[in-house]
């Protein structure tokens, strides 16, 4: 699975002009069909109904179900949802304060939790070096701003 944007014209040209590379070989993705329409879980207890697209690579033959950036790999609730519920867990909510504020399962909730927890050091690692290359020493003051 591949987010890509929510702008499903835009991704559909980009992927028309290769420009949607696959994260294993980095060739190029062509079309591929759609995958089995979804229903996501919004906040208010609406619901998102989505077809995502599929590709599949040209290098290496594998295939790609493109998801849109609101919604996640393998979960029923959007991106904010889950986001929320971190979010008050790191401030210092519980799971069950949590489930009721969103209308969820605490089961559901704590699961979410439990995840992120299990990924806490990999994802702490990731980010740091991404933010390393992004810049060095975040803490030194840029040029001119030296007094």
């Known amino acids: 699975m591949l987010t890509v944007g929510n702008d499903e014209a835009e991704v559909e040209r ?3 002009e290769g420009r949607l590379e696959c994260p294993v070989c980095a060739a190029p993705l062509r079309g591929w069909g759609h995958g089995r329409v979804r229903v996501i879980r919004l906040a208010g207890g609406t619901g998102w109904r989505a077809r995502p697209r599929r590709a599949i690579c040209a290098g290496c ?8 950036a609101g919604m996640l790999a393998r979960r029923a ?4 949802v889950i986001g929320a519920a971190l979010a ?4 210092g909510l519980g799971h069950r304060t949590l489930a009721a504020r ?5 089961s559901t909730v704590r699961g979410w939790l439990r995840r992120l927890a299990s990924r806490a050091e990999p994802l702490r690692s990731a980010f740091t070096a991404l933010a390393c290359a992004l ?3 975040p803490l030194l003051p840029g040029p001119g701003l030296l007094t």
């Open 88 to 91: 008050g867990a790191a401030a």
């Open 102 to 106: 969103l209308g969820r399962a605490a």
């Open 135 to 137: 810049d060095a020493d």
């Open 61 to 68: 033959g594998t295939t790609h179900v493109l998801l849109p």
């Open 14 to 16: 980009r992927l028309s």
């Open 77 to 80: 609730d959007s991106a904010a």
